[in-house]
Every structure is written in structure tokens, then in C-alpha cells.
């Protein structure tokens, strides 16, 4: 049994203690921030993977895969690009034992590698949109401290890259990314915000950016992925130029959508309880894991059915695991809570002889489920038990707020804040250091939770301008 | 419209040409030997990684990802294995602006990274077998000429690597992989043969190599994949140990099984002809692509009936394409054809009136589907023609070997040719002299096309020790 820290005292060292004793990562690789995906860690992203994937495949996007390496020269093309990414790269500069002519990076983000093929795939306005996206690793060496799926020096990566006709199609491809995004967080259970970062917050090269932020205990937020509209600020310097109907040529307005393994920290983050991890269902590795409960005369008949349970739930499409291990319930119980199972369905000699099997979800429900109607009974008790699990965690998600009316109440802030700002670069850097943290950005649509007048600004008191703006402290 | 060079005149310049026209990759990237998934390659590859998946999870195995990059000291621990990788591999010098302490390896292949933490996650004989895969991309540096998917520099790969209690009982893994191959095999449609590489070509580390060799024309083979025996060579110099039930500590022995993206290379080698890619069902990026024939005076029914199919075929899980674009129907065709759909359905007003389609496949057996029973006239024909193409890739198969009874039958070969062999390796390098290519090895079950003794050995005369072998020129 391992004893975790306290989430509400410290979540910093409540989350490493979690992820590692549940056995989502193993830390132990010999490189800082390149850590090992356990089979069970690997196994829930795969179901981030797929649900990544179905979303931004029904919005037309395709899969492409670009290679990992990218040549210093082209690597430099956009400035402010490579101002943003030339300190925190991995540089290649032998191979085999040879220097290589030109290093080699590897890619931090794939804008470099993939818009010199852009200009060859794009000749004409039939060519257009181009959407595409790739599930890759990404590279970037990090000097802070890492943290598992959090800040990593290997990065599980998902980046849609697109071309749009202009710069209104372009702010259209945007909105269809963040509403495939609220899609894909539904399925995760995870409330957020889409702000509009600050001018001095954008992705390096970008025209703006909108990240996607959950508030995840006190003042901290996690930026759970982003999406850029970047204009004409690549197909510029790399020539992405198509052919008008009317035989004009024209510089092609682009966009990307990034997220990451970061999606399951935040799951991890804000689900997690006392007792572990708690996981959607749609992420679970298992769904369901089913305990037989081999009491003294009781025969084979709690494996048998146990058995049983196993085989119809995975004819059923379920990912259904049976725990028939040696070690007492308990222990089993424990661990099973502490990985984040949804439900867990125990099967001991009263329930081999009713032909029943008491289900527990992760958040505690319990109650028989009849064999007779096993495949709809455990259909329904986790689509309950994901319902809970939603709301509990939308309700966090409305208690994480607290306004701020002036620089002093941001000072010591246990709380997200919301302000009034007046849009000023000077006041956005007096709220950063107020708070010790970020001005998050301006939500693309105002929450529910922001009635009224957004007020004078925090920092200068103008109203002259002013607009909802979020301050926290990004992990 | 591309015109093709003849398969059998020149198999490399016609596979180069077939693999770019069919638009499966874009050699058009910055560095070579790194070339781009494309959205159609990539979906075939996609369909190749699920069948992997599905076979050798059937198996038991787990997937897991380990880091990218190898620590320089890891990477040395065995001594054959870095003298036969240290030459081809890309090294990792600089992180940011800095010099790193100890340089880092792009892995070649994963043992080195693996197996360091394996020796903390086997502890004891509960903890074996321990069957997990990866696929991944693993980086060469390659300096023989690169051809796409079957040598390039940055490469699509499946390694699995199992820790087993003894010598007995990883051979038994080799045995279960080599299984599993066969049944992946079946879905690729293509004959193959398993062939004990000679001492000198094995794997580096390994006590003996499996390799996986299918015959693409002339004296060329292509090998699809291998299975390796690793004893205790390297759970030695890692030091993966566990303990027995009666308390001793005992070396893991070791198996690897690797595949990698040359099985697509393959399916287009050995499956393709004057027209273009041949895909297997199982493969195709679309089984189905169904094009409207609009005629002048048609009306919208052929269009309208085209996009019930789709929706039907799609409903039923079917990979269906709608080429609704505005392109004579004969380009269609051809495109289709070189791009190696399975099936085409063609609607046009006379189909549209009768409520058939006209499906033709890409063997060119051809004939009417009626939509009241579309779904399983589809499947039909779908299995229909990968039998066909199953029964003419094994006919292709067994022509393509020869026997040589003498190192001068082998001078000049257009086939692959079986051997008698003493075993003995100067006998060895004096075939793969003869032959300007490779001794491949002898079969691990006698094909039933050897049949009788494998007579004298074709070098030395010999009988003693005489076994049945293959020699050819591996592409």
C-alpha cells in the first residue's frame, strides 16, 4: 500500500505520488523528462488517441506523418518562430561517425518540417482546405523542472495543420477546432476554458492563439492543448501559394490545433481523489474489473461466473479485465481504486448462487447487476457513473473562480481570478507579478459565471476598454 | 497519366515509380532516406499497425513506449550488439545552446533502452513472462541508396521484446511469434518463408535469427520481418534476473520480434502489376470506391444512388470512398487502379434505374450488385478477389525457385535458389559469392516443394551435414 499526500495540502506532490503508484509511468529511464509508458499508462492514451482521432476526423482532417527530423536551415525560416523554439531544441549533428553538413532538430513542433511540402501540395484553389494532422512525439529540452505528462522532454503529440483560402476561413477552421475540442473534452469530463492568450503569451509566430486551460486546484491551471491562427505568417517565408479561380495568386491564411499527453495529467489532476486516480470511462483501460471472490466452500462456482462475466463483457465491446490474481480482495480493491477503474464488479458465493454481482463504481455507488440483464445493467451504471463523475467535476470547475477587484486581492491568490482588463500590455505584466503567475487571456465566449460589466481595470482602474480577463498559475 | 515502367523488366524502377504515382509517399522532404506519410499512405499503414496489433495481442503481449533517445553508455553494454549498430546511428550532441555531458542515440532498435528497466520490473518467476511490443519509429543511418519503405533512414517499426524463464521457453515465444506471423501473413496475402539466418548474418547480440523472406521477382527477396532467440546474452550485461520458486536467482532468457514498414513495400512488390498497387482488402486505404456516372439526361439519380451506397457501405464498417469529383469517369478509373482500390463500384443511369451498381475489381473480374442485398454483395466480391489475389501471389510463390546443384547454376540467377548446403561457412560465402547476394538461411519447416534429400553440398560436395537452404539477393 503506498500512502498518498494530501491532494487539497500539496496536488504537486499528490499527483507524482498518483501517477506513479498507479502505474501509469515509470520515471526510472536514465534521461530527465523522457519517461517509459507502463502498459497501463500506454493503454489510456490509446483511448485519448482514438477519441483525438474520431473528433478531428469528422471535421474532414486527415492523418499524415512528417518525419521527425528537420534541417537547421529550414528550422530558421519564420523569425519569430525560431526565436520562440532555438534555446529549448535537441540538436543531431553526427551520424554514424561522421559530422552531418547541416544538424539536424528534432522537432519541437512540425511547422518547419511540413510547410516546404505544403507549397508543393497547394497549387490550387482545389487544393483547398488542406487539413491535416499527425499523432507524433515532439522534442523540446527543458531546463524547468518536468513532470510526468506534464512537462516532458518526450512529448506525446497531436498538431493539425491547415491552409484556408483566407483569413476568414482560417478564423472559420478555428471555431470548428474548438468545438471538435469541447467534443473531445466531454468524453474526457473535463471542464475548460478557451481564452485568448495575450500578445506576449501567442505561440511564437502566430497571429493569436486561443489555449485551452483547466483550473486544477487553488490558482493553478493546466493548458490542456491550443489552437493558432497564424494568417499568412508561414505561407509568407515558406511560399504555401495557390492559384484563384480568377488566375490570381495568393498566399494561403493557415491554422493549427495542438494537444498533447498533457490531456491525461489534467484527467489524473482533476478527477483524482484520496484514493487515486479516477477515470472516465472512455479513457479506462478497463472499464470493469471483475473480482471472484473464492471464499471456503464455495467451489469454483465464483470463478466460473466470474469467467463468465469476462467473456460476455468483452463480446459486449467492453474492455473488461478479471482479476483472478492470488492476493485477497482487499488488496485488490485497493489497487483497482487506486488505478481509476470505473467499476469494479465483485463475485463471491452469494453471487455465484443468485447469479448476480455486486457492482462498486469508482465513486462509491453500489448495487447488484443481474446476469440476466449484465450487458445493459453495467451499460447503465457507468453511463451514471460518468454523469457523477461530470458533474462533480463541473462543479469544482464554478468553485475554482473568484473575482479580483484590485493588484492586492491577486497577491497570496488560492483561486483562479477573474478581472477586468483594460487590454494593456503594461497592466497585464502588473497582474502577472500580482499574482506571480499569468494573465491567462480573454475567454472567446464569456462564461455564465461573468455577469455584468467587466468594471474598471484591475491594474489601472480604466474602463476605457476593458473586458473580462482570466489570472492564475500555470503548472 | 503516368506511364509506368514494366514490372518485369526492371522491379526497382517500376516499384519507385508505382509508390510515388500512387501517391502512398512524397520523397520530397529535406533529408534522404526521410520521406512523408501521406494521407494515403498513412491509411494503409494505418490498416497494417491494427492487424499487427490484433495478432500479437491475441498473444498476451502488452504495448508500451519507451524514449526515443538511448544514453550513450546503455547503448554500449552488449558488445556485438553496438559493434553491429554503432557505425548507423544518429547521435544527439546539443540540447538548446549547450554541449550535452553524454551524448544520446537515436535508437536503432530498443534493446539497449528497454532493457536496463527490465531488470527493475522482472523480479521473481511471477513477473515471467514479461511479452511487450512497441512500434515506434526507429532512425539508421543509412549510406546504401534508400528506397521508399523498404530502406529508408527513419523507419516505421514493431519490436517486441519478452523476458522469459528459460532457453526452453523462449524458443517457444519464437515459435508463438512465428505463429502470429502467419496469421498476420494471411491478411497481407503474401507467401512467405521462415529461414535460420546463417551465423554471420544474425542478429547483433542474438544466439540465432529467424528472418522472414518473401520471393519479389528475379533472384531478389525481401525481408518482411524476423524473430530472434537472445538466450541470456543480454539479460547478462543488463542484469535481468529473477527469483525462482525455490529461492535461486536465474537470467531472464530473451526473445525480439520485429517488423517494420518494408511490409508495405512488399504488398506493393509482390501484389502489384502493369496497372498500379494491388491492395489486399485488409490494407486498402479504401476496399470500396464508388463513382457516379452522370451522362447528359441522367438527373441527379446516378449521384443520388452513389451517395446511399456510401452511406449503406459505410453503416456495414466499410472503408467507402464517394470520387464525386468532376474528372471523366476513365481518369477515375485509372487512378483507382493505380492507387489499388479492391473494388469500384460505378453507378451511372441505367444502374441508377434498376437499383444495381456495377462492380468491378481490381483483378477485373466484373459484374452487377443489386442494392436490395448491396452489404453482402459487397462482401462477396471482396472476398472473392482476395482469394484470387491470395491464390496468384502463391502460384507467383512457388515459380519463384529454382534448384542449383552446382555454385555455377548460381551465377546469373533469376530466381531465388534452393540449396543443399554442408553448413559450413566458407561453403556459405563461397554461395553468396556465386550468387552476388546472400546465403538466406534454411527453412525452419521444409516447404512441400522440397522434397527428398537435399543431396551434396553445392560447394563442397559434401553430404555430411547436408541441409536444404536458399540463396538470393536480397533487395
Known amino acids: 500500500m503506498v ?61 499524415v506523418e512528417f518525419p521527425l527530423l528537420i534541417p537547421a536551415n529550414e528550422f530558421a525560416k519564420e523569425k519569430e518562430h525560431i526565436k520562440g523554439f532555438d534555446a529549448q531544441v535537441f540538436w543531431v549533428t553526427k551520424g554514424g561517425l561522421t559530422d552531418l553538413d547541416i544538424p539536424l532538430v528534432l522537432r519541437p513542433t512540425s511547422e518547419t518540417a511540413m510547410y516546404p511540402v505544403f507549397a508543393t501540395w497547394v497549387r490550387s484553389h482545389r487544393d483547398l482546405p488542406l487539413n491535416v494532422y499527425q499523432i507524433v512525439n515532439v522534442f523540446r529540452y527543458e531546463t524547468k523542472t ?51 492568450r495575450p500578445e506576449w503569451d501567442k505561440f511564437p509566430g502566430a497571429y493569436y492563439t486561443v489555449a485551452l486551460d483547466t483550473p486544477v486546484g ?15 505568417n508561414f505561407s509568407g517565408p515558406y511560399g504555401i501559394r495557390y492559384e484563384t479561380a480568377d488566375g490570381s495568386s495568393r498566399l494561403v491564411h493557415q491554422t493549427t490545433f495542438g494537444l498533447s499527453e498533457r490531456l491525461l495529467g489534467a484527467i489524473v489532476a482533476v478527477h483524482g481523489d484520496a484514493k487515486g486516480v479516477v477515470f472516465p470511462t472512455a479513457i479506462a483501460p478497463y472499464e470493469v474489473v471483475i473480482v471472484p471472490i473464492p471464499g471456503t466452500g464455495t467451489g469454483e462456482a465464483p470463478r466460473s461466473v466470474a469467467a463468465e462475466i469476462l467473456t460476455r463483457l468483452r463480446a459486449a465491446g467492453r474492455r473488461a479485465h478479471l482479476d483472478d490474481g492470488d492476493e485477497r480482495p482487499g488488496a485488490k480493491y485497493y489497487r483497482w481504486e487506486l488505478q481509476g477503474a470505473p467499476l469494479r464488479l465483485e463475485v ?73 482588463w483594460c487590454g494593456r500590455e503594461a497592466c497585464g505584466h502588473e497582474v502577472e507579478s500580482a499574482i506571480d503567475g499569468a494573465l491567462l487571456g480573454t475567454p472567446e465566449e464569456i462564461p455564465p459565471f461573468l455577469t455584468g460589466e467587466p468594471g474598471p481595470c484591475v491594474a489601472c482602474g480604466s474602463t476605457e476598454g476593458s473586458r473580462w480577463a482570466f489570472a492564475g498559475q500555470p503548472l
Not at 38 to 53: E, Q, S
Request: aromatic share 8%; hydrophobic share 40%.
Open 348 to 420: 463471491g458465493r452469494r453471487e455465484a448462487e443468485s447469479r448476480t454481482a455486486m457492482a462498486v463504481d469508482r465513486l462509491g455507488q453500489k448495487g447488484p447487476v443481474s446476469l440476466a440483464a449484465l450487458e445493459s445493467e453495467v451499460a447503465e451504471r457507468l453511463a451514471r457513473f460518468d454523469r457523477t463523475l461530470a458533474e462533480r467535476a463541473l462543479a469544482s470547475f464554478r468553485d475554482a473562480f473568484a473575482p479580483a477587484r484590485t493588484l492586492a486581492d491577486l497577491r497570496g491568490s488560492t483561486s483562479v481570478r477573474t478581472i477586468a
Open 146 to 196: 518536468t513532470r510526468p505528462f506534464i512537462r516532458v522532454r518526450e512529448i506525446h503529440f497531436f498538431e493539425e495543420h491547415t491552409c484556408q483560402a483566407d483569413e476568414a476561413a482560417a478564423t472559420d477552421r478555428v471555431r470548428s477546432n474548438l468545438e471538435a475540442f469541447r467534443r473531445m473534452a466531454e468524453a474526457f469530463a473535463l471542464p475548460y476554458l478557451a481564452l485568448r
Open 218 to 232: 487553488g490558482a493553478h491551471t493546466l493548458q490542456l492543448g491550443s489552437v493558432h491562427h497564424y494568417r499568412d
Open 3 to 63: 500512502d498518498l499526500p494530501q491532494k487539497s495540502a500539496d496536488l504537486i506532490e499528490w499527483y507524482l505520488a498518483v501517477v506513479e503508484a498507479a502505474n501509469l509511468t515509470d520515471k526510472r529511464y536514465g534521461i530527465k523528462g523522457m519517461n517509459i509508458w507502463t502498459p497501463y499508462g500506454f493503454a489510456a492514451r490509446r483511448n485519448l488517441d482514438r477519441i483525438m482521432v474520431r473528433e478531428i476526423e469528422a471535421t474532414g482532417s486527415r492523418a
